[in-house]
C-alpha cells in the first residue's frame, strides 16, 4: 500500500526475491500495470481501491511462496506436525509455548482478577469469562472458579489431533477441542497475555466455550466462590 501511495511499483521488493525464478511472468507485469492504472483513475473508489490494494498484495505474496518454496502458514504446519509426532503413541503434555497460549484461550485469566482463577457470570448460561474488572463501573456478582488444577495433553484420534482437559482428581476427560490449524493460528495471536484476533476467531470461540464450560461443570463446586467486581476491584462474599 506504500509503494501504490508513492506511485512505485508494489512489486518492486518481491522481484528482489524472485530473481531467476519463472514465478513473475510477463502477464503478472501486465497486470500490476493496469491494475495500478485503474488504481489512479478517477472511476475507483476508496472502498474498491483498497480491496483491489488487498488483493493484489496476496496475489504477490503467493507467487513469492512459489518463487522461494516457501509455503503460507509454515510455523503452524510445523507445530501441528511436532504436536502429532510427540503423541503418536500416546497423549502427552503440549509443548510449554503453546499449551500457555492455548490455555490463555480456554481458561483467560487477568491480572486485575484472583491467581490461578477465571471470573465466570454468576448463574450465566454462557461460559464467557469477565474481560477486565475495569470495565465493571456497576457492582456484579461473578463465580470465582479455580483452574490451577486443570491440565492439558493432546492426543491422536485418527488423522485428528484432540486437546483434552483433565484433573488429577478425575480420571476422565472433563473437556476437549480439537486441535486444528484454525485453533493454532489464534493461539500464534496470543502475545503478552493478551489474545488477538485471526479472521477464523468467530468460527473457533464456540468449540473455545463448549470445552470451557464442560471442564467448569468438571470442578468442584465446593472450591468455587463467589465475588462482587467493581471499578478495577473484586471482593469475594462469604457464604
Avoid at 49 to 75: F, K, M, P, Q
Wanted: proline residues 5%.
Amino acid at each position: 500500500m506504500q509503494r501504490v501511495a508513492m506511485g512505485d511499483l508494489p512489486s518492486g521488493d518481491a522481484l528482489g526475491l524472485l530473481s531467476g525464478s519463472l514465478a513473475w511472468s510477463p502477464f503478472d507485469a501486465y497486470l500490476e500495470e493496469t491494475l495500478l492504472e485503474f488504481l489512479e483513475s478517477p472511476g475507483c473508489g476508496d472502498i474498491e481501491r483498497r480491496r483491489l490494494v488487498s488483493w493484489y498484495g496476496a496475489y504477490v505474496a503467493r507467487l513469492v511462496g512459489i518463487g522461494t518454496s516457501t509455503y503460507g502458514n509454515a510455523e503452524i504446519i510445523k507445530q501441528w506436525r511436532r504436536c502429532k509426532r510427540s503423541c503418536a503413541n500416546k497423549p502427552v503434555a503440549l509443548p510449554s509455548d503453546l499449551e500457555r497460549s492455548i490455555r490463555s484461550l480456554i481458561f483467560p485469566q487477568h491480572p486485575d482478577g484472583p491467581a490461578n482463577s477465571m471470573l465466570m457470570p454468576a448463574f450465566s448460561v454462557r461460559a464467557e469469562p469477565i474481560s477486565s474488572l475495569k470495565d465493571q463501573v456497576h457492582p456484579r456478582l461473578v463465580g470465582v472458579v479455580p483452574i490451577s488444577a486443570v491440565s492439558l495433553r493432546v492426543r491422536t484420534m485418527g488423522g485428528r489431533l484432540l486437546i483434552e482437559c483433565y484433573t488429577s482428581e478425575n480420571a476422565g476427560v472433563i473437556g476437549q477441542l480439537a486441535l486444528d490449524f484454525a485453533l493454532l493460528r489464534e493461539a500464534q495471536s496470543f502475545s503478552e497475555d493478551r489474545s488477538g484476533q485471526t479472521e477464523s476467531t468467530a468460527y473457533i470461540e464456540p468449540r473455545i466455550e463448549r470445552c470451557r464450560s464442560s471442564s467448569i461443570a468438571a470442578i468442584d463446586h465446593a472450591q468455587q466462590t463467589l465475588a462482587v467486581v467493581a471499578n478495577g476491584r473484586h471482593e469475594e462474599l462469604a457464604i
